[in-house]
């Protein structure tokens, strides 16, 4: 199982920024993918989720209005697309993998997003 993520840059106030998260050696239709943030200092947080079966999305509250889950499961990968970018914005993203049933999941090893001026 592989989950890769890229993207991640060093972006101004306002600037924006797609995350990929390209998923191998599993059923990537089949399971939630999520994002996740974690900045220095601070506890792992969820971002953003979209569901395997029906594509449902949601977001944490910061995040709704300018960030965008999605995902093309004919490449088996999600994306993450983040519009009006703050400096708290600044962690490291992951990429997860939940089945929607089972215990399974997968974390990839996440790529820096830094904003600032």
């Known amino acids: 199982v592989h989950l890769v993520e890229s993207g991640g840059d060093l972006v101004q106030p306002g600037g924006s920024l797609r995350l990929s998260c390209a998923a191998s050696?599993?059923?990537?239709?089949?399971?939630?993918m999520s994002w996740y943030r974690q900045a220095p200092g601070k506890e792992r947080e969820l971002v953003a989720v979209?569901?395997?079966?029906?594509?449902?999305?949601n977001y944490a509250d910061s995040m709704k209005g300018r960030f965008t889950i999605s995902r093309d499961n004919a490449k088996n990968t999600v994306y993450l697309q983040m519009n009006n970018l703050k400096p708290e914005d600044t962690a490291v993203y992951y990429c997860?993998?939940?089945?929607?049933?089972?215990?399974?999941?997968?974390w990839g090893q996440g790529t820096q997003v830094t904003v600032s001026s």
């Open positions: 979209i569901t395997g079966l029906s594509g449902t999305t």
């Open positions: 997860h993998a939940q089945h929607p049933i089972a215990t399974f999941n997968y």
């Open positions: 050696g599993f059923t990537f239709r089949v399971f939630d």
